[in-house]
T-cell receptor, first 112, second 115 residues
Framework: DTGVSQNPRHKITKRGQNVTFRCDPI?????LYWYRQTLGQGPEFLTY????????KSRLLSDRFSAERPKGSFSTLEIQRTEQGDSAMYLC??????????FGPGTRLTVL | GENVEQHPSTLSVQEGDSAVIKCTYS??????FPWYKQELGKGPQLIID?????GEKKDQRIAVTLNKTAKHFSLHITETQPEDSAVYFC??????????????FGKGTHLIIQP
């Protein structure tokens, strides 16, 4: 499978715990995006990398959210001290050209 | 920032009929408009996109039209089939600081194809 992959697909955690999600983009795609999708809504842009550089952080929902892409390949999204309002689908997308973004299957987070 | 409105929220059509979903955007600087199809439990799948230098684009049963003056764009699906049933999202590309790009999505249209 040469598409965008995300792990885990599902994560259940207790409030206050930290969680980390991983995204592997399509090979050779230099741009990687993170989005959040809540029930009944469209995806909401969070942050973006070009290679290893994080070019936009201001859309991250709070300082509990952070993302990395240390070697310009896979990326991780971490949420510290999770809250029930963090329950959502977290989507990753990658692109080679500036426009066309291909999404992965997402990680569904449930915070109890 | 960019705001994308999408209508209708639910659309039910008979199999074989056409379906039209409409979106409006607020930022005249937006120049890229993709459409995604999302099935239950899956990530959004790109089905067609259009850039602001063209007014219409077709791909088999799917077409998208763009009116830059009115700031609206539409998805047209002809000869609908049961497998077209899904949630469809329109989006517009926004440009934020540092040259980064993200997509602003509409709230989605649940398309139901009645057999």
């Amino acid at each position: 499978d040469t598409g965008v992959s995300q792990n885990p697909r599902h994560k259940i955690t207790k409030r206050g715990q930290n969680v980390t999600f991983r995204c592997d983009p399509i090979s050779e795609h230099n741009r990687l995006y993170w989005y959040r999708q809540t029930l009944g809504q469209g995806p909401e842009f969070l942050t973006y990398f070009q290679n290893e550089a994080q070019l936009e952080k201001s859309r991250l929902l709070s300082d509990r959210f952070s993302a990395e892409r240390p070697k310009g390949s896979f990326s991780t999204l971490e949420i510290q001290r999770t809250e029930q309002g963090d329950s959502a689908m977290y989507l990753c997308a990658s692109s080679l050209l500036a426009d066309t973004q291909y999404f992965g299957p997402g990680t569904r987070l449930t915070v109890l | 920032g960019e705001n994308v409105e999408q209508h209708p929220s639910t659309l039910s059509v008979q199999e074989g009929d056409s379906a039209v979903i409409k979106c409006t955007y607020s930022d005249s600087a937006s120049n890229y408009f993709p459409w995604y199809k999302q099935e239950l439990g899956k990530g959004p799948q790109l089905i067609i996109d259009i850039r602001s230098n063209v007014g219409e684009k077709k791909d088999q049963r799917i077409a998208v039209t763009l009116n830059k003056t009115a700031k609206h764009f539409s998805l047209h699906i002809t000869e609908t089939q049961p497998e077209d049933s899904a949630v469809y999202f329109c989006a517009a590309k926004i440009r934020v600081g540092g040259g980064a790009d993200g997509l602003t999505f509409g709230k989605g249209t649940h398309l139901i194809i009645q057999p």
